[in-house]
Nanobody, 128 residues
Framework: QLILTESGGGLVQPGGSLRLACSAS????????LAWIRQAPGKEPEGISC????????NYLNSVKGRFVITRDNTKNMMYLNMNNLKQEDTAIYYC?????????????????????WGQGTQVTVFS
């Protein structure tokens, strides 16, 4: 069973930066697309960025495009999210998730129903 573990969350002021990391428990993660999904207080989860199994293609929610960058290192079973120019509306629990339920294995999309393995989440709080 593949397990995902997030790290790197914390408190930051608006305009600041954070780097989130997602560690996978085994090398099979390299066969799957991965995504970062967040859930703000009182709101439904939303997919904010995904990356294909190879790492060659990415996709972003419009609200984070140009500020967040998703990458992965399949040699280390790791995925990252570099978050810059953070805003208060970025406050949420951030989850990494593996796309094991959607069509076209390895492809990237932000349809939450396609992600069947999630980590426990890491809290990001942007405050002034």
């Amino acid at each position: 069973q593949l397990i995902l573990t997030e790290s790197g969350g914390g408190l930051v002021q608006p305009g600041g930066s954070l780097r989130l990391a997602c560690s996978a428990s085994n090398e099979n993660v390299r066969y799957y697309a991965l995504a970062w999904i967040r859930q703000a207080p009182g709101k439904e989860p939303e997919g904010i960025s995904c990356i294909t199994s190879s790492g060659e293609s990415t996709n972003y929610l419009n609200s984070v495009k140009g500020r967040f960058v998703i990458t992965r290192d399949n040699t280390k079973n790791m995925m990252y999210l570099n978050m810059n120019n953070l805003k208060q509306e970025d406050t949420a629990i951030y989850y990494c998730a593996l796309r094991n339920l959607g069509p076209v294995s390895g492809a990237c999309d932000l349809t939450l129903a396609h992600f069947g393995v999630w980590g426990q989440g890491t809290q990001v709080t942007v405050f002034s």
